[in-house]
């Protein structure tokens, strides 16, 4: 299910004194089954344009379409729109207000016409891929961590079984671990459900692990739009935004600038490791032979 933004932009208080321009003349198509990263620094207009890809916000000018078909034309109907393009919002607190877990992540599938008993099929299904333990089913939603909250709330959105999943700082405010599992389940809900899926991260790592394509937002205009490595080639630009590449990249440009013909556009560790490999098997080089294969370990 493809969303396609023509021209779009989107002004704060428009003829005050008070007026930004958070986004300006967009234009962005998102196919099938993409695994995209959206990234910027605070202002950049990121936030704004996620809520503009399920009609949350109207453009002050512009066209958005869902599978051709112009969402904010008369009679289109927005609340289908909503449950096949959802959104979970960085604070989880924002999206969870039952009694108890289950009913929460019931509430979307009931809201779309299902019976309880329906909806429960649907929920369990979906606290289960987001890794949330049955035995915590009954609790209130506010007595969960922070990793427990956003599993809810990514779990009540994928209970109504949409196309693209849009998660805005999932991971903000969680450790190390937690943020690797969340993330190791969103993937994972990719390659099983084949949806597209929409990340906005300010973690360079893990945009770089995870997406296939990049945009980068900046005062309110889609700067870069590329595959991660293509797109942190550019980090020197990126730092001029408040940005940065993955710390590797950083590393490995060093390396070459010292005289390691490594591929100094690599973005993960995985990566790293087999162009360090390759390039000292290259030079025959004394260190490798001495360390017996240290790097593989």
Not at 23 to 39: A, E, P, S, T, W
Not at 40 to 67: C, D, M, V
Request: glycine content about 8%; hydrophobic content about 40%; aromatic content about 6%.
């Amino acid at each position: 299910m493809s969303i396609e933004l023509k021209n779009v932009t989107y002004t704060y208080s428009p003829g005050t004194a008070y007026e930004i321009h958070a986004l300006k003349d967009i234009n962005l198509d998102i196919k099938d089954g993409q695994f995209i990263g959206i990234i910027g620094h605070t202002g950049s207009g990121k936030s704004t344009l996620i809520q503009h890809l399920n009609a949350l916000i109207r453009p002050t000018s512009g066209t958005i379409l869902y599978n051709g078909e112009d969402i904010w034309a008369d009679k289109y109907d927005r609340k289908a729109l909503r449950s096949e393009v959802g959104l979970v919002f960085q604070y989880p607190e924002h999206q969870l207000f039952e009694s108890d877990v289950l009913s929460d992540v019931c509430f979307g599938p009931m809201n779309q016409g299902k019976t309880r008993e329906e909806a429960e099929v649907e929920a369990r299904k979906a606290l289960e891929q987001v890794g949330f333990k049955e035995k915590n089913y009954g609790k209130s939603p506010f007595e969960l961590s922070g990793g427990q909250k956003k599993r809810v709330a990514i779990a009540g959105v994928l209970a109504m079984n949409p196309k693209i999943l849009i998660l805005d700082e999932p991971t903000a405010g969680l450790d190390p671990k937690g943020r690797d599992d969340i993330l190791d389940q969103i993937a994972e809900l990719h390659a099983a459900r084949g949806i597209t899926i929409i990340l906005v991260s300010h973690s360079m790592e893990d945009i770089a692990k995870y997406v296939e394509r990049l945009i980068v937002m900046n005062h309110g205009e889609a700067v870069f739009d590329d595959t991660p490595k293509a797109v942190f080639s550019h980090y020197r630009e990126l730092e001029s935004m408040g940005l940065a590449a993955p710390q590797i990249t950083y590393i490995m440009h060093a390396l070459k600038e010292n005289g390691l013909e490594v591929d100094a556009e690599t973005t993960t560790v995985e990566e790293a490791r087999k162009s360090i490999l390759a390039a000292l098997e290259k030079e025959n080089s004394p260190l490798l032979k001495a360390e017996g294969g240290l790097l593989d370990d």
